[in-house]
């Protein structure tokens, strides 16, 4: 007989189906491309359903979605876990209330990552979608995107992330050439803040076409 799995296979089959759909999106929207980006969503105080490496993420399957633990190792499973599983499994253990994670590689989010590499973040205010941020009430306000320089070494990062969230609370950030880290209570949360990110990238990079 299989030993019992020490997560409930329910709560892996509703976050499966939930990484499964909004990803399809995700990737028709063409912030996926060829194969980039990794998907998660916490099933409990220990484990995360993540994104299989290397995976077409605009075709996922269920047999694409593994979990993993807290510290990122794989749980019941021979698949190999995203190579950025460490970038999602460190919010899941240090918020507990954090519930979803989204990373994509779009060209807003690429090209601003570049383009505010040097300055090491992008400053975003008076726009009225800064209030789709989880406790953001009102357009007067700022919101800073931190952009870290990337690495293969993801403890690197990992400690990088780690020390910009002591400063000062945050939904995201980018990474130099690479694409953007989102996250949320849940689901619907996080794809908010995935999007709010995106189109307000979106603005300032064609502001700074129109203001040249
Ligand atoms: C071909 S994209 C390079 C790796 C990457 O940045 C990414 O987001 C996807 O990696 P994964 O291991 O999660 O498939
Ligand atoms: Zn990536």
């Given at each position: 007989m299989n030993a019992p799995l020490p997560y409930d296979r329910d709560a892996l089959r509703i976050a499966a189906a939930e990484i499964i759909g909004n990803v399809r999106e995700l990737a028709a929207a063409g912030?996926?491309?060829?194969?980039s980006s990794n998907f998660s969503r916490r099933i409990d105080d220990q484990h995360a359903a993540i994104t299989v490496s290397g995976r077409d993420k605009g075709r996922l399957t269920e047999d694409d979605i593994m979990v993993v633990d807290l510290d990122g190792n794989p749980v019941a499973t021979d698949h190999r876990p995203s190579a950025e599983t460490l970038l999602h499994t460190q919010l899941y253990k240090r918020f507990d209330d954090v519930g979803c994670i989204l990373h994509t590689h779009s060209r807003n989010q690429t090209i601003a990552s570049r383009l505010y590499a040097g300055a090491g973040s992008l400053r975003l205010e008076?726009?009225?979608?800064?209030?789709?941020?989880?406790?953001n009430h009102t357009h007067e306000t700022e919101i800073v995107v931190p952009v870290l320089p990337n690495s293969q070494d993801m403890h690197t990062l990992a400690a990088q992330v780690d020390c910009l969230l002591d400063r000062q609370p945050m939904w995201g950030y980018l990474i130099d050439g690479h694409g953007l880290y989102a996250w949320g209570r849940d689901m619907a949360e996080a794809r908010r803040h995935l999007e709010a990110f995106e189109f307000l990238l979106d603005c300032e990079l064609e502001l700074r076409k129109l203001q040249r």
């Open positions: 912030w996926t491309p060829a194969t008076g726009y009225e979608l800064l209030k789709a941020f989880h406790g």
